[in-house]
């Protein structure tokens, strides 16, 4: 129906995706493109994460907390991102609706971590993870990854597999690589990455975390008291059944 100058009209964005973005300080990239650099030079070192993953890269190293800068990223960066994304997106609900999810009722616990190392040609499709939380760190990106085309490019995908075929250019965000910029978001969230051109390698960290309802107060990021970490890596792929997470 045809709108006229006097009729009120009201558009409703509904179902807003939250993502997180973040930018590490200086000295800890710099501690973590160290770190990359020896795990690559000794890979077999490391275990081999692409068993368990969706990504067909040419490396993907597993990382351990006592590594250097891992910890520090964990619980000064990547945890309090989980925790701001949980206060924003509490924050729109009423008080009766937020449950466990306020501070002081829940904890955060890291589950893993692991390096990606992306040559020309590699590619990771479409995919969820496990967990509560996932996210991605830049560490490294070619001079030709630089937004002139979709080369390298993080992509988020919407959620909606029915359609208007017209109307889809709106279900895909794509994001250039910057090192030292990170993107925290639910596990649910569809992502992939696309691959480039040209020599060089492109780096990144991803991990997950899984938020949990806690009977004893919250132990925030940073804290003494550390949750135990579960073994394995739970970021299986593009053939999970459903996504699942937060």
């Known amino acids: 129906m045809a709108c006229s100058g006097k009729e009120i009209v009201e558009v409703l964005d ?50 351990r907390p006592e590594q250097p800068g891992v910890q520090a990223l964990m619980d000064g960066h ?54 509560s939380f996932s996210g991605v760190i830049f560490l490294k990106v070619p001079a030709q990854i630089n937004g002139n085309s979709f080369d390298g490019q993080l992509c988020f995908h919407g959620p909606e597999e029915w ?12 994001v250039l690589p910057v090192p030292g910029e990170f993107y925290v978001f639910p596990a649910w969230q569809p992502h992939s990455v696309m691959p480039f051109r040209g020599d060089g390698e492109r780096w990144s960290l991803a991990f997950n975390a899984v938020a949990a309802p ?10 003494a008291t550390r949750v135990a970490r579960p073994s394995g890596n739970v970021s299986l792929s593009s053939e999970r059944p459903s996504a699942r997470g937060f």
């Open 163 to 174: 359609h208007i075929q017209s109307f889809r250019t709106g279900m895909a965000h794509y």
């Open 14 to 63: 509904l179902f807003p995706r939250s993502i997180f973005k973040g930018e590490l300080p200086a000295p800890l990239l710099k501690t973590l493109l160290g770190l990359g650099e020896s795990v690559l030079a000794n890979p077999t070192a490391s275990p081999d994460a692409s068993s368990k993953l969706a990504g067909q890269l040419s490396q993907q190293r597993e990382l």
């Open 214 to 223: 806690s009977q004893g107060p919250s132990q925030q990021s940073g804290s």
């Open 78 to 131: 990547l945890l309090p991102a989980c925790h701001h994304w949980i206060q924003h997106v509490m924050e729109r609900q009423p008080p009766q609706g937020r449950g466990p999810w306020v501070p002081g009722r829940y904890q955060l616990q890291p589950i893993d971590l692991w390096l990606n190392c992306q040559r020309a040609g590699d590619y990771n499709p479409t995919h969820t993870h496990g967990g």
